[in-house]
């Protein structure tokens, strides 16, 4: 009984971690097991009863079988697509802007570029519908584009700009005394050395777009597109296809690969550079 | 006057209502080892950069060998930087970084391999073409910088500080090290420091700046021995300056009246030649002497009191309190001829005319 206590003693540090690691992966882990079952009725998709458990591939082999859910998934993915292409692109621009260059309002520009990011959802959704509404654009993939754009922009500036804060503005002097231009010292020095940056930016941009609820709600009016969260927020109050599990773990496991495989390249570069040296 | 020379000519640069280089004119001579040394903020940095290209102009002209680089871009000049703080590429090689500017220019991959390899060894990196910068130390960064710069076979090879973020051990090496790579490839070589030491050991000419124009040029030793003025006599080396009035002339010597003391400087060594002025005598050609009896004959001397004497191995420091109440620095080799004289003790300092100067107060 001693040698108990002692142990718990010596570990408990050790123990704690293993809670916190269950406490954030057991959500994941309870998704992952009802995408292999059958529920028997569409109420019951988040009843984990494992003397009920019905074991099952049909989740995964027949994924867009539920009316309507590929296609807000194949909605969510465009939105999410085209909304990181444009706020990567410009938030990019006006990090490069507040950088490196001295301009009137610059002060002001970087006090306002945060203020998106601290308004609520629910406040930023009701005025851009009002907008919207007055401007009277019709609602739709449009207004949803806008309202992403809008938000992921914010997110973008403060990546970008952290990465370009760090780096050696004689870089790019050093660069054009070497006989570059300015267009190949931005493509030959800067953009490879800002990269990791503008990445991390658009895979931020994309999963803020992609899991957007309360703004893309409003924006959307009236119109029938349904984007992923929308379709699953209607299906729930109707009951919740069991795909939609299948389609969470598939989304977890994608990105999951992502982090392992980035891992991986930053190990072998270390052992790489362990090895030269 | 040869083809290949730099001239800066009248070139001014202000900052808003900061004039930092002043009505600059300067040649700097094809294949010397040029030193532009001064404070921080006296416009070395400014005048380098602008020969870069990096800055413009507000007025002037800078050409280069007969042609107007004033306002060509600095990628089309045929001159390259080394910079304070290196700006390696920290994402390429070390061989990459050494071969940016000549892959820039369309050299052959032959050619390139081949250049950056003799590079490398010039700078004894033969075997870090491999590494990234982040993987050598300050010095070796050093010389992958001046490799990466001079493999491209610059008209001119400028130097901003280079040595500034090295210990002194460090420092004194790369210093023998750069003076024999200039030798050994014959490009002109402008460095800007702050560190006098430097400058005089490296350097062919020296111009030491201030508030944005040139005090003085011309080789190390001449204006240590001979400075122009009394900011020169002070940034270089360290001086004795004694306020003194001019009395007259006469055989060659400008007599003057130093706190009452009489005392003569050749003709040839006066900036100035009446009313108020400084004359000068460095610390090492200051003699200590028991009493005015014994002051060698054709020097001059003053009286004074021994305040400080401060061992320094080769030499002993002693400060001596004039009858004017300035203090005079003097330096004696510690050549054990003479006892060494001991704070309190009655002294002469003397020297010989010939090593002392006059210059404007």
């Known amino acids: 009984m001693r ?9 408990w540090v050790l123990l704690l971690g293993f ?20 529920p028997a009725s569409r109420n019951t998709t988040y009843v984990l009863d494992l003397s009920t458990f019905d074991f099952t591939w049909h989740n995964w082999t027949d994924i867009c079988g539920a009316a309507g859910l590929c296609d807000s998934l194949m909605r969510s993915i465009y939105v999410g697509l085209s909304a990181t292409l444009i706020a990567t692109i410009l938030g990019t621009l006006i990090s490069f802007a507040l950088v490196r260059y001295r301009f009137w309002g610059r002060g002001s520009t970087n006090t306002l570029i945060f203020l998106p990011m601290a308004t609520p959802e629910i406040v930023m959704g009701t005025s851009l519908l009002t907008l919207f509404l007055g401007l009277q654009i ?16 914010s997110f973008v500036v403060v990546t970008v700009k952290a990465r370009l804060a760090g780096l050696d503005p004689r870089l790019q002097e050093a660069a054009m005394d070497l006989y570059a231009t300015p267009w190949q010292a931005f493509r030959l020095v800067i953009l ?10 658009a895979l931020l941009a994309f999963s803020l777009s992609f899991d957007d609820f309360i703004i893309t709600n409003f924006v959307t009016g009236t119109s029938d597109y349904t984007t992923f969260p929308m379709f699953i927020w209607g299906s729930n109050l109707r009951g919740i296809p069991p795909q939609v599990n299948a389609i969470a773990t598939a989304m977890f496991l994608i990105s999951f690969a992502f982090v392992i495989a980035g891992q991986l390249r930053t190990r072998r570069r270390s052992a790489r550079r362990a090895a030269t040296s | 006057m040869t083809d290949q020379d730099l001239c800066i000519e009248n070139v001014t640069k202000t900052f808003g209502g900061f004039t930092a280089v002043d009505d600059l004119t300067l040649t700097i001579p094809d294949g010397s080892f040029f030193a532009l ?14 020969v870069a290209g990096l800055e413009e102009p507000t007025a002037g002209r800078i050409t280069l060998g007969g042609l107007d680089i004033t306002r060509m871009r600095p990628y089309k000049r045929p ?33 390139t391999r081949r250049k950056v390899a003799e590079m490398l060894d010039l700078v004894q990196l033969g075997q870090y073409g491999s590494r990234r910068p982040a993987q050598l130390s300050g010095g070796q960064q050093q010389r992958v910088a001046l490799a990466r710069a001079l493999v491209n076979q610059p008209e001119v090879l ?140 054709g020097h001059a001397a003053v009286q004074g009191v021994v305040t400080d004497a401060s061992f320094t191995g080769v030499s002993t420091q002693y400060l001596v309190r004039a009858p ?30 010939a090593h002392s100067f006059l210059v404007g107060s």
Not at chain 2, 327 to 352: C, D, K, M, Y
């Open chain 1, 192 to 201: 490879p050395l800002v990269l990791p940056g503008i990445v991390a930016a």
């Open chain 1, 19 to 38: 809670v916190l690691l269950a406490y954030l992966f057991v959500p994941i882990a309870v998704v992952m097991l009802l995408s292999f079952n059958q």
């Open chain 2, 79 to 111: 001159v390259n930087t080394v910079f304070q703080s290196y700006a390696l590429f920290p994402h390429m090689s070390v061989a990459d970084n050494v071969a940016f500017g000549l892959r820039r220019k369309g050299e052959n991959r032959a050619d």
């Open chain 2, 37 to 50: 040394l001064g404070a921080s903020g006296c416009g070395k940095t400014t005048t380098l950069r602008m």
């Open chain 2, 324 to 353: 004017w109440g300035s203090e005079l620095t003097v330096f004696v080799p510690n050549s054990g001829i003479a006892a060494p004289a001991l704070p309190g003790a009655q002294v002469a300092v003397h020297w010989s005319p």
């Open chain 1, 3 to 11: 040698g108990f206590w002692r142990w718990i003693a010596e570990k």
């Open chain 2, 158 to 297: 400028l130097l901003d500080e280079p040595l500034g973020a090295l210990d002194l051990k460090l420092r004194r090496q790369m210093q023998i090290e750069l003076k024999r790579i200039q030798t050994e490839v014959g490009i002109t070589f402008v460095h800007v420091t702050h560190d006098q030491e430097e400058a005089m050991t490296m350097a062919d000419t020296v111009a030491v700046m201030q508030a944005g124009r040139i005090e003085q040029l011309g080789a190390p030793a001449e204006m240590y021995e001979f400075p122009a003025s009394a900011f020169v006599a002070n940034f270089l080396g360290q001086s004795n300056l004694i306020k003194a009035e001019v009395t007259g002339q006469a055989d060659g010597h400008v007599t003057v009246d130093a706190h009452g003391n009489r005392l003569a400087v050749p003709s040839a060594r006066c900036r100035v030649t009446s009313g108020t002025a400084l004359l000068g005598v460095r610390p090492e050609k200051l003699h200590l002497a028991d009493g005015l009896a014994a002051v060698p004959s």
């Open chain 1, 138 to 153: 019709p609602m739709g993939f449009l207004t949803i584009l806008i309202a992403h754009v809008m938000f992921c922009i």
